[in-house]
């Protein structure tokens, strides 16, 4: 179990960028896969990126504008997220699985931070 805390959303014109960060609560974080979903009013929770290790992997609606990463040191992931749209607006969630490989499926993890506020205006 990992406590997981997102911050970094807000409001943002499109094409424009943020950068969300998910701190987690303990030092047995970097083995663990972490992924970043995505959940708009009346839709479903998708998938937006994951990390284990060096491994990476991108919905293909965010190839190529958002970038995952992580520092180990800091127990901190991040999503770097740029040109953004107005379909990109949604609350943003970051989640641990505490086994090996990245999936898509949010029933896959383990825990999950609160969530945090996106909004991608026109």
């Known amino acids: 179990q990992v406590q997981l805390v997102e911050s970094g959303g807000g409001l943002v014109q499109a094409g424009g960028s943020l950068r969300l960060s998910c701190a987690a609560s303990r030092r047995t974080f970097s083995s663990y896969a972490m992924g970043w979903f995505r959940q708009a009013p009346g839709k479903e929770r998708e998938f937006v990126a994951g990390i284990w290790w060096s491994s990476t992997y991108y919905a293909d609606s965010v190839k190529g504008r958002f970038t995952i990463s992580k520092d180990n040191a800091k127990n901190t992931v991040y999503l770097q997220m740029n040109s953004l749209k107005p379909e990109d607006t949604a609350v943003y969630y970051c989640?641990?699985?505490?086994?090996?490989?990245?999936?898509?499926?949010?029933?896959?993890?383990?825990?999950w931070g609160q969530g945090t506020q996106v909004t991608v205006s026109s």
């Open positions: 989640a641990a699985r505490g086994r090996g490989y990245i999936y898509t499926n949010p029933s896959e993890y383990d825990d």
